[in-house]
């Protein structure tokens, strides 16, 4: 099955800066990557995603790159905001599923 | 986007008891919904898929006849948590895919559920 690896664990930035969160996935047949801002004590929303046939997406500050070679894929945050303090889950399906392959999650935490 | 809700938000049972959860798509019909469980600081686990009309699967190592899953309509899924015991308090999160991109793999959550059970 589907293994997904995220990293890191915890990312503590200032204000301003920008912030990376990496995932490689392992099955080849995935082709759908979305991600997800869970605040504490809420469910994940989808800010993101990104299909195999397409190697970089933007939306506003948020970007999401896909490398299919070499099967990692990562979000990028421009100009953080405290109100980005969240933890944040890539996920890797395969077509023709609707069920994802979670990552543990980063928490990032944007000091002001 | 698609908008799925939960209810309750939060419920505080004994143990012994059984918590009924449930799952609405609010404006689009699922066939389909996912139910999850998520301890503090961990990932989503996937407890089981909704069919609408048809029997619940089940993930490996969920007992099916703990986690009772009902999907009777186009938009209600329940969870039903029987015999309540301290161990099955956890942050029970629904979803469904979207109608609009079926073959896009899209899912929206629910807000989630915090059950505890004292």
């Known amino acids: 099955g589907e293994n997904v690896e995220q990293h890191p664990s915890t990312l503590s930035v200032q204000e301003g800066d920008s912030a990376v969160i990496k995932c490689t996935y392992s099955d080849s047949a995935s082709n759908y990557f979305p991600w997800y801002k869970q605040e504490l004590g809420k469910g994940p929303q989808l800010i993101i995603d990104?299909?195999?046939?397409?190697g970089e997406k933007k939306d506003q500050r948020i970007a999401v790159t896909l490398n299919k070679t070499a099967k990692h894929f990562s979000l990028h945050i421009t100009e953080t905001q405290p109100e980005d303090s969240a933890v944040y889950f890539c996920a890797a399906t395969s077509g023709g599923s609707y069920i994802p392959t979670f990552g543990r999650g980063t928490s990032l935490i944007v000091h002001p | 986007g698609a908008v799925v809700s939960q209810h309750p938000s939060w419920v505080i049972c004994k143990s012994g008891t059984s918590v009924k959860i449930e799952c609405r798509s609010l404006d689009f019909q699922a066939t389909t919904m996912f139910w999850y469980r998520q301890f503090p600081k961990q990932s989503l686990m996937l407890m089981a898929t909704s069919n609408e009309g048809s029997k619940a699967t089940y993930e490996q190592g969920v007992e099916k006849d703990k986690f009772l899953i009902n999907h009777a309509s186009l938009t209600l899924s329940t969870l039903t948590v029987t015999s309540a015991h301290p161990e099955d308090s956890s942050f029970y999160i629904c979803?469904?895919?979207?109608?609009?991109?079926?073959?896009?793999?899209?899912?929206?959550f629910g807000p989630g559920t915090r059950l505890t059970v004292l």
């Open positions: 979803s469904a895919p979207t109608p609009t991109s079926p073959n896009y793999n899209e899912q929206f």
């Open positions: 990104i299909r195999s046939n397409v």
